[in-house]
């Protein structure tokens, strides 16, 4: 694919399967994919536009890939 965006679409023909387990916790794919459009939407919402910095400032906890596939989704 020639962009991650295209990359996240791919990702859907995986919806019910696990794409995070932490510890004694699972999210599968669709939440997954459903967690960072929320998060991407809240960016768009707080003013982020295409071409703009962001940084995803955290441990590696389940909440990064979130983070990251939102930025590149707004």
Same mark, same amino acid.
């Given at each position: 694919p020639?962009? %991650? +965006? #295209?990359v996240?679409? %791919?990702?859907?023909?995986f919806?019910? +399967?696990?794409?995070?387990v932490?510890e004694? #916790? +699972?999210?599968?794919? /669709?939440?997954?994919r459903?967690?960072?459009a *929320?998060?991407?939407?809240q960016l768009?919402?707080?003013?982020? *536009?295409?071409?703009?910095?962001?940084?995803?400032?955290m +441990? /590696?906890?389940?909440e990064?890939?979130v983070?990251?596939?939102g930025a590149v989704?707004?």
């Amino acid at each position: 694919p020639p962009t %991650l +965006r #295209e990359v996240f679409a %791919l990702s859907a023909v995986f919806g019910a +399967r696990d794409f995070l387990v932490f510890e004694d #916790e +699972r999210a599968t794919n /669709n939440a997954f994919r459903a967690a960072a459009a *929320k998060f991407a939407h809240q960016l768009i919402a707080d003013g982020v *536009k295409p071409g703009d910095r962001v940084a995803v400032i955290m +441990r /590696n906890v389940p909440e990064w890939p979130v983070s990251f596939w939102g930025a590149v989704l707004a």
